[in-house]
């Protein structure tokens, strides 16, 4: 099964995120290592991405995006001293996302405050069961046996302040509102749906079965040597944070998570080609509402992705194959920027990428049919005979990297395993990690 999503006004995009700077002098850099002179950008930039697309579950995606970027006085470039990102995109199958987030430097003294705002209004979500490779796909039945309804509002603010040199605290409050149903379509005749089957087997509870909330406080260390952040060409980057949702909190259900990550960036030739690799561990101890298990969770400036697979996280994988108690999950990227150049007083930069990603399930859930509800359809479907195996794709893929921020990127991915799924097109923006 190919998915993609493919903007038709890239090129659009990219001569409007060059065209606009701030009216401060920007400055020039000499003697960089990608071998040209640099332009130090000064006060505001704007990175602006229309949305034409098409993906084939989804079907058409139209919309917009907007980054805008405060250089300040040039001190930190390429980072900038605050960042504003908008979205607003809708699918033509009614799917809808709208997000706001904020991530500024200088706001508090000595600390980043990161804060976001999503509504997400999905009409058809995928769902392929728990445990990876324990949960069957079966491509002969329909796209809308795999999917569910959901309505999500989330809200998060995090702060994050030095320890001492490259060691820092993290801490923020996060909400998440959920509303779930089942998918149903006028396309075709659906006697039974996954999510439907799980929840007359027992596995995911009644009191489940339409979403819930999850207010959660997080806690964590960052330990961070890298030379950029959006596109980093030495380095590590290694995160650990603890999520607590108690129900005096207000969540439906309690729940306690950890994840911890660790990238490692190695440059091989200057910054030209980069060795990029990123290692991720998320588990539930105890209990773990069904609705919060397909979340990568973060702390920081980015927001939560939806499920692994999928550009965010493992590409080439359908999103949320891979689901369980504890999970993992691996990035390994060898990246060439192969030229550099200034056009219209921006910086520009061409990249290409080859990689190799896998996920796991650790700690499975339990698949058990307590109800004894259509065995024959749970014989078909579930397989707990063994344990899951490593869930691989490979792909590569090209970017645009305009002042070291507003980065463009085209990817192609395919699963090494049918059960995954087939080839997955990406245009998105920003590297993966």
Known sequence: MMRGCFPLALLCAVCMATARAAEPADTIKGGSETGHEEIVKTGISFGPLPIVAYDADREFQFGGMLNIYDFGD??????????????????????????VSYDDLRLIPGVRLSAAVRFL??????????????????????????????????????????IVRHLYWEAGYHFHYLSTGLFSTDKYELDHTLLELY????????????????????????????????????????????????KWLGSSVTSNKLNVTFRHYVPLVGKQLVLAYRLN?????????????PFYTVVG??????????FRTVRGLMLNRVQGLQTGFFNVELRWRFVDFVLWKQNIGFAVSGFCDGAQVFKPYDLRNRTGYAPE????????????RPHLACGGGARIIINGNFIVAAEYAHSLNP???????YINTGFLF
């Open 199 to 246: 929840n007359r087997w027992g596995i995911v509870p009644d009191d489940q079965l339409r979403g819930g909330i999850s207010s959660a406080l997080r806690v964590g260390l960052v330990y961070d040597t890298r030379d950029a952040e959006a596109f980093p060409t030495r380095g590590i980057w290694a995160e650990g944070h603890w999520i607590l949702a108690p």
């Open 377 to 388: 359809l749970y014989a078909r479907l579930v397989d707990t005979s063994r344990g899951d």
């Open 301 to 310: 400036p980015n927001y939560d992705y939806d499920g692994i697979g999928g």
């Open 281 to 293: 561990y998320q588990g539930f101890f105890g209990d773990a509402p069904w609705y919060l298990l």
């Open 74 to 99: 040039g001190g930190l470039y390429p980072d900038p001293y605050a960042t504003w990102y908008l979205e607003a995109s809708a699918y033509t199958t009614g799917n809808q996302k709208y997000v």
């Open 121 to 162: 209004n999905d009409s058809a979500l995928e769902f392929f069961g728990y445990n990876g490779y324990q949960s069957r796909y079966d491509a002969e039945l329909p796209t809308g046996f795999y999917r569910y309804r959901r309505q999500m509002f989330h809200f998060k603010v995090d702060f994050t302040g030095r």
């Open 419 to 425: 059960q995954d799924g087939g080839g997955a097109f």
